[in-house]
T-cell receptor, first 113, second 113 residues
Framework: AQTVTQSQPEMSVQEAETVTLSCTYDTSESDYYLFWYKQPPSRQMILVIRQEAYKQQNATENRFSVNFQKAAKSFSLKISDSQLGDAAMYFCAYGGATNKLIFGTGTLLAVQP | NAGVTQTPKFRILKIGQSMTLQCAQDMNHNYMYWYRQDPGMGLKLIYYSVGAGITDKGEVPNGYNVSRSTTEDFPLRLELAAPSQTSVYFC????????????FGPGTRLTVT
């Protein structure tokens, strides 16, 4: 069975600095998708970024980018120029051959002014 | 578009009571999901549906039931509520399977005492 591990329960970053959130996963599938979701204090889950495993190029969305290392089964999220609005819980998720997503336990990011 | 809507937002149940959490989406998505989120944990899949009339169990289905009579609606039924069902419940929908973005509702905070 697939698993997703986020080993950093909490992280902190200064406003305007860069922070990297870690995610590792375990799978025997070769074709799959990886996601980062953001959950601010409002509880609303929002998709941040999506990576297709067959694409070697790392996905980017404005200030958000990923470092996808397929062989190492690693999928980290980099947030550049951190803003106060980036403070949230961030979840890594795996989507494979089933119709289901598997979520990690989350990393709570605090942004210090 | 309202997206994914959930009612109620909050509910307190006594042990042994039953209730239905409502979920509706207006995006014509075939796939719908129910998750629960416990403090400090990621999202656990309760049930999902790939289309009207088709449902399947997720990771934690015990104590819950679902039905999918229309594309738009996917209610979650709790029978004989127990304190272990105290959680935040999220409904989500997507156009396709696990490769697609899931759109989440705002969540229902349920307390069983």
């Amino acid at each position: 069975a697939q698993t997703v591990t986020q080993s950093q329960p909490e992280m902190s970053v200064q406003e305007a600095e860069t922070v990297t959130l870690s995610c590792t996963y375990d799978t025997s599938e070769s074709d799959y998708y990886l996601f980062w979701y953001k959950q601010p204090p409002s509880r609303q889950m929002i998709l941040v970024i999506r990576q297709e495993a067959y694409k070697q190029q790392n996905a980017t969305e404005n200030r958000f980018s990923v470092n996808f290392q397929k062989a190492a089964k690693s999928f980290s999220l980099k947030i550049s120029d951190s803003q106060l609005g980036d403070a949230a819980m961030y979840f890594c998720a795996y989507g494979g051959a089933t119709n289901k997503l598997i979520f990690g336990t989350g990393t709570l990011l605090a942004v210090q002014p | 578009n309202a997206g994914v809507t959930q009612t109620p937002k909050f509910r307190i149940l006594k042990i042994g009571q039953s209730m239905t959490l409502q979920c509706a989406q207006d995006m014509n998505h075939n796939y719908m999901y129910w998750y629960r989120q416990d403090p400090g944990m990621g999202l656990k899949l309760i049930y999902y549906s790939v289309g009207a009339g088709i449902t399947d169990k997720g990771e934690v289905p015990n104590g819950y039931n679902v039905s999918r009579s229309t594309t738009e609606d996917f209610p979650l039924r709790l029978e004989l509520a127990a304190p272990s069902q105290t959680s935040v419940y999220f409904c989500a929908s997507s156009f396709g399977g696990s490769s697609y973005e899931q759109y989440f509702g705002p969540g229902t905070r349920l307390t069983v005492t």
